[in-house]
């Protein structure tokens, strides 16, 4: 064993197996195991109160773990993460500082800049790959650039050899002494007095910790998996492996869980098992889209504020904070979206066709911004996860070239039929329509009086009336797409390059703006302690070729056909909403030529304030239903 004082600076990798930066400070002398709690730099994405629940449990459960190895947590709270980490550095006269890797756009240029500076004061700084299975900048198309559809992504990390999995975890930590200014676990602030009762509910369904990840992971494995691709459509239950918040805090190290899952599928190949074995690639799937979510937002640093695909920098949304709030209470009146709704607020929870239906309504029947959407499921899951947030509604909205078209609006009573038969769910959420019968439980507007009244229910007085007719909202969302295709012809016509930031001026009186720090964006040297494995920034990849394209989405020729007549009826009037700066389309591959424009430009994330006060909130749709996933076809999230 080594003579080195390593600092472990632990973010989302709260577990003690299969952790490397740990592992590596562990073989080299004494540790000082740090987490720096640092609301100030999380900025608008501060996690919301289930997240932040989770949070402190694992918290707790691993400085459990590092004490019986030897050594204990240290916990501080602080206005910047940096001092935090200096003060730790002269207290315990440290030789390293060792931490994993994270790649959400607030993370890559915090940790960049920490890194930069620690090198320049003469720190031996060194991080590692401890979330994913390949790291983003190792896995490009033979021109070197980055795929920008999932299923070449995919097909490409499979083919790739993987690191293996350290299972035996560090068997005794010698800790580094010294006197820093921590706090204890309350002191942190993850959770108010306020926020108690609600949160011991929590508890009751899900157990944080990684010790905890590890027996779900089990129970997953030797109960579920068999018939993960039979069940994973059933909206009720536990169809799925829950593990999103165990992977999203690092409880569970993603190697494992692959390594686990394809030891299952080579025996039950051996045995003729062809169910099981399909029920293995269907969720690796969801794994490598885990995968992917991280590889956009690397890539393509301006994901999470801009779609992928730029032509929805020109889609005229509705910001109407009155159906947001309408759509975050659950009082839509569709039942499928209502209840799913109200489960996320009382849960912290959806399985991910839910996510998908209420993402899209949200979209695509109230024109809500994806963006507000987006922010809304970050504050209130359990296993919000930005990358993953952000890759769900580019899905959904047609910001994504393999994700749903912007055109496609699934009928929510025909999903109803489809995902809940009996109207289980909707019944289990929405006890006001627990008597309707199964043939109503998804369209009460359509049900005879008679019905209404034997059930209990009077509509726009116990449940709402819909808040949009479909047809309507067909309609609506036709007129919108032609309007974003006038507004995108018409800013080509101008100037071959000028396209606008995807802008939605908020009409709300509160605004709460994104003041993502612009590192990410500005092409800066490359710190000296930099090694083949070390954290790379998207700034510093040379894998960018000005030719390469940027990803398309062709329009359906159908829609372009009616467009002709629709046009002219439509008004091409200059939206407000839309501006006229976009210097997109920093592709992936080509972020770094377009990198530098990116930097001049102005953000413009905007929710209405009431998005992330959750105290607002009273409560705790065709046949093209995605065959994306069971089909093999190209679909980013499809579930
Ligand atoms: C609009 C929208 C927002 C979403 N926001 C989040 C989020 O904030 N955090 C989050 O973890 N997932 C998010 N997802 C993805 C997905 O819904 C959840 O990961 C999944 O429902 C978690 O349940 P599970 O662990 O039982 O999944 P399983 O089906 O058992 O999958 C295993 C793991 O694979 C990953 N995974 C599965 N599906 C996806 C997917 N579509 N995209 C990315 N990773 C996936 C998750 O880590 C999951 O735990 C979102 C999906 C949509 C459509």
Known sequence: MGSNRTIVWFRRDLRIEDNPALAAAARDGSVFPVYIWCPKEEQQFYPGRVSRWWLKQSLVHLDQSLKSLGARLVFIKTDSTLNALLECINAIQATKVVFNHLYDPVSLVRDHNIKEKLVELGISVKSYNGDLLYEPWEVYNDKRHAFTTFNPFWQKCLHKQMEPVSLIPPWQLIPAEGKVEKCSIEDLGLENELEKPSNALLGRAWSPG??????????????????????????????????????????????KVFQTARVKQISWANEGNSVGEESVTLFLRAIGLREYSRYLCFNFPFTHERALLGHLSFFPWNADPA???????????????????????????????????????????????????????????????????????????????????????????????????????????????????????????????????????????????????IDLARERLTQAIFKMWGAE??????????????????????????????????????????????????????????????????????????????????????????????????????????????????????????????????????????????????GATGG
């Not at 009146?333 to 209840?339: C, I, K, Q, T, W």
């Not at 899209?360 to 996860?385: C, E, I, N, Q, R």
């Not at 490359?526 to 990803?551: F, G, H, R, T, Y």
């Not at 439509?570 to 407000?576: K, Y």
């Open 210 to 255: 990684w010790s905890n990840a590890d027996k779900a992971l089990t129970e997953f494995m030797d109960k579920h998996l068999l018939h993960y691709s039979m069940n994973k459509q059933k909206v009720g239950g536990d169809s799925t492996s829950l593990l999103s918040p165990y992977l999203h805090f690092g409880e569970l190290s993603v190697r």
């Open 323 to 469: 159906n947001f709030k309408t759509w975050r209470q659950g009082r839509t009146g569709y039942p499928l979206v209502d209840a799913g709704m109200r489960e996320l607020w009382a849960t912290g929870w959806m399985h991910n066709r839910i996510r998908i239906i209420v993402s899209s309504f949200a979209v695509k029947m109230l024109l809500l911004p994806w963006k507000w959407g987006m922010k809304y499921f970050w504050d209130t899951l359990l296993d919000a996860d930005l990358e993953c947030d952000i890759l769900g509604w580019q899905y959904i909205s047609g910001g994504l070239p393999d994700g749903h078209e912007l055109e496609r609006l699934d009928d929510p009573e025909i999903l109803g039929a489809k995902f809940d038969p009996e109207g289980e769910y909707v019944r289990q959420w929405l006890p006001e329509l627990a008597r309707m019968p199964t043939e109503w439980i998804h369209h009460p507007w359509n049900a005879p009086l008679n019905v209404l009244r034997a059930s209990g229910v009077e509509l726009g007085q116990n449940y709402p009336k819909p808040i949009i007719d």
């Open 489 to 634: 012809a018409a800013a080509k016509a101008g100037s071959s390059d000028a396209r606008d930031d995807e802008v939605v001026v908020d009409n709300s009186h509160s605004i709460e703006n994104l003041d993502i720090p612009k590192a990410v964006f500005q092409g800066k040297a490359p710190c000296a302690s930099i090694s083949a494995n070390d954290q790379k920034v998207p700034a510093l990849q040379a894998v960018q070729d000005p030719k390469n394209e940027l990803p398309i989405r062709k329009r359906r020729k159908c829609m372009e056909e009616n467009g002709k007549n629709l046009e002219n009826s439509v008004n091409h009037e200059n939206d407000s909403r839309v501006s006229n700066a976009d210097q997109d389309t920093c592709s992936t591959a080509d972020s770094s030529s377009s990198k530098k424009q990116c930097s001049t430009s102005t953000y413009s994330f905007s929710v209405p304030q009431q998005c992330s006060s959750s105290s607002n909130l009273k409560w705790p749709w065709q046949e093209q239903v995605d065959m994306e996933q069971s089909s093999g076809k190209d």
